[in-house]
């Protein structure tokens, strides 16, 4: 027979043990540093300050259990840093202090320190960092062809355009960054009609010279010498429907060499048409073709093809809104930020391609959303939450004062420093050029005899003196033409 005071020793041991549950449940979704995101800038950013202060609580809130870290860093300079994207299951990054939830972020409540998921979880957080990324800015079109364009950005959007791809004789490319470069590059057994606004290909990244001697390359691209083969762990996300429409984090600088990227054609002729200085009037069905869709082209020229893939740049993402606050923004939609990665809103932070970079830049840095800056934001927002919560003073790191970054190109290196293509200096500049068929090109940009920009492709070993020379701003006229005589080392002169 069980007595009163047993009954209620039991009542309040039940209670108690409830109490410490709610409060263990309560602490698990509270912590000092709340990182929304899980691409490049939200992992460095977390990796920053979990180095910094191991002990704080970080709570990553991701809409995909794959997220994205940086691998095999090589260091090419001081500045110039080549390096790879891992992708790695979101469970393997936590931490007995980094607690990874897989949801999507709905409302910031700022003044109390609240964030909501759209699964109905509240975080309260001390700092915040935003760090959502972006989306593919597509080209325009109507309802009744939403089908047929794709924009290629997270592991879904590939998976359609392999699909797409396997069951397809023809697409249209447009755009002329990046990704439509690693397409047109990578692809094989299917016709492509590349549209682009430019006289020269690539043009986001290298000049008209640049392109020309990256055509031997394309028009050899099947050649098995021009691949490389990429030994890398690779994970395949399992979601259930109802979370099918979630989006990843964007992928790595080497996307295109994890998966098979070859149509149906039984052989692969020469399958690239360039239309070169073209804009795209409209996009709709096609009804007296062999091909659904129709591009007509502001010359009334048309392109008939099965889909469209829209590489037109990218474009902040934000589907989150604040509670009674208004966050400040760029006219392109990205968050602004100042020097050290601060928005509008106290105590929130934000890094990588959402955010729009509202500090004034050095002479020989600009933003561009690539992978590089948004390593290199997440990591300054990193030390800045750390600085704030200690209320220290930091300065800006030093790979602001110059613009760098590398990346491959048509089986080459390519690596960009400061202005590498004259931006902003309109006319007032003069190039100098080393070319060797084959194996590398090389443009100074010089303004007044001194260095103020450099494109090098294929591994010339020269980026760190050409960092040393920008930031230096050596006077090189006593050298003339001779400072890119293959038989001078300069980097003996200036490293």
């Known amino acids: 027979m069980t007595s009163h005071l047993e009954t209620t020793q039991s009542i309040m041991m039940s209670t108690s043990q409830s109490n410490r549950q709610d409060k263990t449940e309560i602490n698990q979704n509270e912590c000092t540093f709340l990182i929304i995101g899980g691409g490049i800038a939200g992992v460095s950013c977390a990796e920053t300050i979990n180095f910094l202060l191991p002990g704080e609580k970080i709570i990553l809130l991701t809409e995909s259990s794959?997220?994205?870290?940086?691998?095999?860093?090589?260091q090419l300079g001081k500045f110039s840093q080549r390096?790879?994207?891992?992708?790695?299951?979101?469970?393997?990054?936590?931490?007995?202090?980094?607690?990874?939830?897989?949801?999507?972020?709905a409302i910031i409540k700022s003044k109390t320190k609240e964030a909501i998921t759209k699964?109905?979880?509240?975080?309260?957080?001390?700092?915040?960092?935003?760090?959502?990324?972006?989306?593919?800015?597509?080209?325009?079109?109507?309802?009744?062809?939403?089908?047929?364009?794709?924009?290629?950005?997270?592991?879904?959007?590939?998976?359609?355009?392999?699909?797409?791809?396997?069951?397809?004789?023809?697409?249209?490319?447009?755009?002329?960054?990046?990704?439509?470069?690693?397409?047109?590059y990578e692809i094989g057994n299917i016709e492509i009609e590349w549209i682009i606004k430019d006289q020269h290909i690539s043009?986001?990244?290298?000049?008209?010279?640049?392109?020309?001697?990256?055509?031997?390359?394309?028009?050899?691209?099947?050649?098995?010498?021009?691949?490389?083969?990429?030994?890398?762990?690779r994970y395949m996300e399992e979601r259930e429907t109802?979370?099918?429409?979630?989006?990843?984090?964007?992928?790595?600088?080497?996307?295109?060499?994890?998966?098979?990227?070859?149509?149906?054609?039984?052989?692969?002729?020469?399958?690239?048409?360039?239309?070169?200085?073209a804009e795209v009037k409209s996009i709709g069905l096609c009804t007296d073709n062999n091909f659904p869709v129709?591009?007509?082209?502001?010359?009334?020229?048309?392109?008939?093809?099965?889909?469209?893939?829209?590489?037109?740049?990218?474009?902040?993402?934000?589907?989150?809104?604040?509670?009674?606050?208004?966050?400040?923004?760029?006219?392109?939609?990205?968050?602004?930020?100042?020097?050290?990665?601060?928005?509008?809103?106290?105590?929130?932070?934000?890094?990588?391609?959402?955010?729009h970079a509202g500090w004034e830049h050095s002479k020989y840095w600009h933003q561009m959303r690539l992978w590089t800056q948004a390593r290199q934001m997440g990591m300054m927002a990193g030390k800045s939450m750390v600085a704030k919560l200690n209320n220290e003073e930091i300065y800006q790191d030093f790979c602001f004062e110059l613009f760098s970054h590398v990346t491959k190109l048509y089986g080459y290196q390519v690596v960009l420093l400061g202005r590498y293509n004259g931006q902003g200096l309109e006319d007032d500049y003069e190039l100098l050029?080393?070319?060797?068929?084959?194996?590398?090109?090389?443009?100074?940009?010089?303004?007044?005899?001194?260095?103020?920009?450099?494109?090098?492709?294929?591994?010339?070993?020269?980026?760190?003196?050409?960092?040393?020379?920008?930031?230096?701003?050596?006077?090189?006229?006593?050298?003339?033409?001779?400072?890119?005589?293959?038989?001078?080392?300069?980097?003996?002169?200036?490293?």
Request: hydrophobic fraction near 40%; include cysteine.
């Open 294 to 355: 129709c591009i007509e082209l502001a010359n009334d020229e048309k392109v008939f093809c099965d889909f469209v893939v829209s590489a037109t740049g990218v474009e902040p993402f934000k589907t989150f809104n604040f509670e009674n606050e208004v966050i400040k923004l760029s006219d392109d939609g990205g968050i602004f930020v100042d020097d050290l990665m601060k928005t509008s809103i106290d105590s929130i932070f934000a890094a990588g391609d959402v955010c």
């Open 203 to 233: 043009s986001t990244f290298i000049d008209q010279g640049a392109a020309k001697f990256f055509e031997s390359r394309l028009n050899n691209k099947n050649s098995p010498n021009n691949k490389m083969i990429v030994k890398r762990m």
């Open 66 to 74: 794959l997220i994205k870290s940086v691998t095999n860093l090589v």
């Open 242 to 277: 109802s979370e099918s429409l979630k989006r990843g984090a964007a992928l790595g600088p080497d996307w295109h060499r994890l998966i098979d990227m070859k149509g149906n054609l039984s052989s692969s002729p020469e399958n690239i048409k360039v239309h070169y200085n």
């Open 83 to 105: 390096f790879d994207i891992q992708e790695i299951i979101s469970k393997d990054f936590e931490k007995p202090n980094i607690k990874i939830i897989t949801d999507e972020l």
């Open 433 to 495: 050029f080393r070319i060797t068929p084959d194996k590398e090109y090389i443009k100074f940009v010089l303004k007044n005899g001194c260095l103020v920009g450099a494109l090098l492709i294929g591994e010339t070993g020269l980026e760190e003196t050409c960092e040393n020379l920008i930031l230096n701003q050596i006077d090189l006229t006593p050298f003339g033409d001779d400072i890119l005589n293959p038989n001078i080392d300069i980097e003996d002169y200036f490293d």
């Open 119 to 184: 699964g109905g979880l509240k975080i309260n957080y001390n700092l915040m960092c935003i760090c959502t990324g972006s989306r593919p800015k597509l080209v325009n079109f109507s309802d009744n062809v939403k089908s047929y364009i794709i924009g290629i950005r997270d592991t879904d959007s590939v998976k359609e355009f392999q699909k797409r791809i396997k069951t397809s004789k023809r697409f249209g490319l447009i755009g002329n960054g990046g990704i439509a470069s690693e397409i047109i």
